[in-house]
C-alpha cells in the first residue's frame, strides 16, 4: 500500500454528503463493488474524473474510473477478474458481464528516477548471477566489487524510466506513483480533479473545481504552457469539454491554448483519430467546430478542409460542415448511431467532390476519379488523423453510389435497394438534397420507393454483414519462411 498522506501544504476542501447531490444509486453497481472491496481491504479508493463532474451537474456519467493508493499489482490480487494494460499509463481494468471498471493508481507529478548516471549503474535482476545467498549478507554490508569477468557475464542494462519525456516536455510515459493530492494536480482540468470518498460519500477537492464547476469554467490545472506542453491533446479536450457542458475556458488557459495550438500536431495521428470521433459524435459537434475554429485548432487538426472552408464559393463562404455536423448532432440527439465513415463522408462530401470534379476535367473517368479524391485527400490527413481504411473505403462508396439514384427504370431501383451500401448512399442524398436543395424529385422518389418496397425481416442486418465485410481489407496469405514460389504441377503420365 503506498502512503497516501500528502507532503504538500494544500489542505483539500471537502463537502460532506449533505451538500452535493451525487448519491450512490446513480452510481454503476459494479463501480460501487470495486470501491468497497478495495476499501474492505484496506485501500483509499475513489471515485475520480468525468464521472463525479457528471454527476454533480446532474449529468449521466458515460464511465465511472476509480484512483486508489493500490499499485496495479495489488489490484490484480484483489480482483480475479483484472487486467492490466497500458503503457504509457498502466492502469488495471475490472472486467464484468456488461462493464470494466478502470481502476488507476495515484500518481505522481515528480519522476524518482536516478540521474543519468545513477541510471546507468543499475544492473537488471535477472542479469546477476544467482549463485551467492544474497539474504545471508548484512542489510548494511556494502555490495561486493563487481569484476571484470562478471561485467561480461552480465552486461550493465539500465532499468527503463517509468516517467519519460520528450526535450520538448511531453510526456510519453508516467507510471510514478504517488499521492491522491498529487494525483488530483497531475490531472488536466480542475473539475476533472474530484474525488468522491466511498468511506463518509464526501466530495475532495484539492484545485477548487468545485468552484469552477458552479462558475462553468474550463481551466486547466497548473501553468496552461507547461500542461499543454506535456500533452497537446489537452487542448482538444479543452474544446470538447466546453462545448458538451456548455462551459467557458478560462482566460489564461484560452491564451495558452491560441499560442500553442500547433503542437497538437505533435499528437500521434491514431490518438487523434480516436479524440476527433469524440469531438463530433456526442451531440454537441457542430458547436465544438465553431470552437476549433475560433480557436485555430481546426486548422491544425484538419488542414486542407480548413484550407477549403477559407475560400467562398460563388461570393458565398462554405457552411457545409456546420451543416454536416447539425445532421448528425440531430442524429445523435435522437438516439440515432452514427458510424465514422457517415461522419467523414458527410464532413468532407463537398471538399471531395470539387476535388473529383476537377480530375474528370482533366480527362479521368468518373469512378476513377472519385477514387482518386478520396485517396489523395485522406492520405493527406492522415498526417495529422489517421482515418483507416475501413472507415475509408465505405466512404468512396458512399460517394461512388450516388450515380447510381438517377437509374429509376426496370428491375434496377430493386437491385440497388438491396446493395449493400444502400442505406449509407441515401443517407448521403438526403443529406445534399437538404443542405443544396438540389435533388429533391430524386430524394423524394427514392423516398417513397423505399416504403413501398420494405426489405424482408432479417434482409436488412444480413445486408449490413455484407457491407462490413466488403469494407474490411483483404488479408495477404503469408508463405512461410524458406517456401519459393509453388512448384509446377507434375505432367499426368
Known sequence: ?????????????????????????????????????????????????????????????????????????????????CRLIGRRFRLAHIHFHDEIIEVATFRSMVSDEPEAGEAAAVVEPSLVPQTQDLSAQPLEA??????????????????????????????????????????????????????????????????????????????????????FTEDPVRMVRAVRFAALLGFEIEENTYRAMVELKDQVALASPARMYEEVLKLFLLGEGEKTYQLLRKTGLFGVIFPRLNAWVDIEADGFPHIWIGKALEWVDACVQAGRKVAPHILFGLMYGQCIEEKAAELRKAGAPPLDAMTSAVSEVLAEQALRVQIPKKVGLPMRD???????????????????????????????????????????????????????????????KELQKNTEKKARPKRRRRRRSGQGSPAAPKPKA
Open 1 to 81: 500500500m503506498l502512503l497516501c498522506q500528502s507532503v504538500s501544504p494544500i489542505k483539500p476542501t471537502i463537502t460532506p454528503r449533505s451538500k452535493h447531490a451525487i448519491s450512490r444509486k446513480w452510481i454503476s453497481p459494479n463501480a460501487v463493488r470495486v470501491l468497497y472491496k478495495l476499501k474492505e481491504h484496506g485501500y483509499f479508493a475513489y471515485l475520480v474524473g468525468g464521472g463525479v463532474r457528471d454527476l454533480l451537474l446532474g449529468r449521466e456519467p458515460k464511465d465511472f474510473d476509480i484512483a486508489t493508493d493500490a499499485t496495479p499489482g495489488e489490484i490484480k490480487k484483489v480482483f480475479r477478474n
Open 142 to 227: 556494502a555490495p561486493a566489487a563487481v569484476t571484470p569477468e562478471a561485467q561480461t557475464a552480465a552486461p550493465v542494462k539500465p532499468r527503463p524510466p517509468r516517467m519519460l519525456k520528450t526535450e520538448g516536455g511531453m510526456i510519453l510515459r508516467d507510471n510514478v506513483f504517488g499521492t491522491p493530492e498529487e494525483d488530483a494536480l497531475r490531472r488536466d482540468f480542475t473539475v476533472n480533479a474530484l474525488f468522491y470518498n466511498i468511506a463518509d460519500f464526501s466530495v475532495i477537492d484539492y484545485v477548487g473545481g468545485m468552484q469552477d464547476l458552479e462558475q462553468g469554467l474550463m481551466r486547466i490545472i497548473g501553468d496552461p504552457r507547461v500542461r
Open 398 to 460: 458512399m460517394y461512388w453510389n450516388q450515380q447510381r439514384f438517377s437509374k429509376r427504370d426496370g428491375k434496377y431501383p430493386r437491385y440497388f435497394l438491396r446493395r449493400p451500401g444502400f442505406a449509407d448512399a441515401f443517407e448521403y442524398l438526403r443529406f445534399t438534397s437538404e443542405t443544396t436543395g438540389e435533388k429533391q424529385d430524386l430524394r423524394v422518389w427514392w423516398k417513397d420507393f423505399i416504403k413501398t418496397h420494405p426489405l424482408a425481416p432479417g434482409e436488412e
